[in-house]
Nanobody, 124 residues
Framework: QVQLVESGGGLVQAGGSLSLSCAASGRTFGTYVMGWFRQAPGKEREFVGAISRRGLTTYYADSVKGRFTISRDNAKNTVYLQMNSLKPEDTAVYYC?????????????????WGQGTQVTVSS
């Protein structure tokens, strides 16, 4: 089972940028579809975006499309989430997740491994 560790969260002003990283253990990172989710206090965990195993395909939630970019470096076992034009409503704990198989999923239940999460706070 792959193990995931997120980093890069923090406090940023509205309109600013932040970059998250998710480092994976093991030598099979390239066999996983990777996703990013977030969960705000009192809300359900929601899909942010996902990237295919070779990084050729990405898919985003409408709420972040055009502002967030997911990328991956399979040689470094790392997936990234670049967040630009941040809004206060982007405040949440952000999680990366791994999914076995080749198709991209948008539901949390479709991902079998999760990181511990990293807090992102956007001030107005």
């Amino acid at each position: 089972q792959v193990q995931l560790v997120e980093s890069g969260g923090g406090l940023v002003q509205a309109g600013g940028s932040l970059s998250l990283s998710c480092a994976a253990s093991g030598r099979t990172f390239g066999t996983y579809v990777m996703g990013w989710f977030r969960q705000a206090p009192g809300k359900e965990r929601e899909f942010v975006g996902a990237i295919s195993r070779r990084g050729l395909t990405t898919y985003y939630a409408d709420s972040v499309k055009g502002r967030f970019t997911i990328s991956r470096d399979n040689a470094k076992n790392t997936v990234y989430l670049q967040m630009n034009s941040l809004k206060p409503e982007d405040t949440a704990v952000y999680y990366c997740a791994a999914r076995s198989g080749s198709d991209i999923a948008t539901r949390a239940g479709g991902f079998g491994a999760w990181g511990q999460g990293t807090q992102v706070t956007v001030s107005s």
